[in-house]
């Protein structure tokens, strides 16, 4: 079938191609990012012991990561301004 330019089909035709390439090629991309193991220790977190016992616990997910992995020097201690583990320390 051809296209005429005056009628706009072409290019509604061409933009719904790019936006399927587009979806798939972000989904690609979201998907390969998930599976990074960094990616995975933030958003699925081994929670220490204070933060287990907290009722907020599963909330926060331990704090803020960059303050504990500066502070601590790893992911896996609580945020450590986190009134509810200075409380328990």
């Not at 072409?10 to 979201?30: D, L, Q, S, V």
Request: positive net charge; aromatic residues 8%; proline residues 9%.
């Amino acid at each position: 079938m051809m296209y005429n330019a005056d009628d706009g089909e072409k290019g509604e035709k061409t933009e719904r191609r790019y936006c399927r390439t587009a979806n798939r090629i972000f989904r690609w991309h979201w998907e390969e990012q998930k599976a990074q193991p960094a990616v995975k220790a933030i958003t699925t977190p081994k929670l220490p012991a204070p933060c287990l016992a907290c009722p907020m616990g599963r909330k926060c997910k331990g704090g803020c990561f960059a303050r504990v992995a500066l502070i601590n020097g790893g992911l896996y201690c609580p945020d450590p301004l986190c009134p509810r583990v200075t409380k328990v320390s």
